[in-house]
């Protein structure tokens, strides 16, 4: 899914979707952000990965879109984890607490490792 400010793309990887967001998430983006992430929690996945690698920025909006996954994944018995934000996004993640409540890994490998052993 493509917004002027974001591009999202899914893959698969077994039971698990790896999620990359490339861009800005802000409230002008964060609308397709979050179709694109209710699309891929329908699936049925035990998990989903989002890799943040080539996020640029993410506004508050952004980390509405987030907290709306990794509740409606929970509540569906499945788990959301982040791999590679950059320092920027990482900063608003401390910032926000969100380290506290999403597992966030160096890599996808990584993460791919853990949400097979959940």
Do not use: C, W
């Amino acid at each position: 899914m493509e917004d002027q400010r974001v591009a999202i793309t899914e893959r698969p990887a077994g039971d698990t979707s790896v999620i990359s967001i490339v861009g800005r998430l802000d409230a002008t983006s964060s609308s397709s952000a979050s179709l694109a992430l209710e699309q891929s929690i329908s699936q049925g996945k035990h998990a989903i990965i989002l890799d943040l690698s080539d996020l640029a920025y993410t506004s508050s909006s952004g980390l509405r879109v987030f907290l709306a996954a990794l509740k409606q994944m929970r509540k569906a018995g499945g788990e959301v984890l982040i791999a590679r934000p950059n320092p920027h996004v990482m900063e608003v993640f401390t910032i926000a607490g969100f380290d506290r409540i999403i597992p966030i890994y160096e890599s996808v490998d990584e993460a791919l490792a853990a949400a097979e052993k959940a």
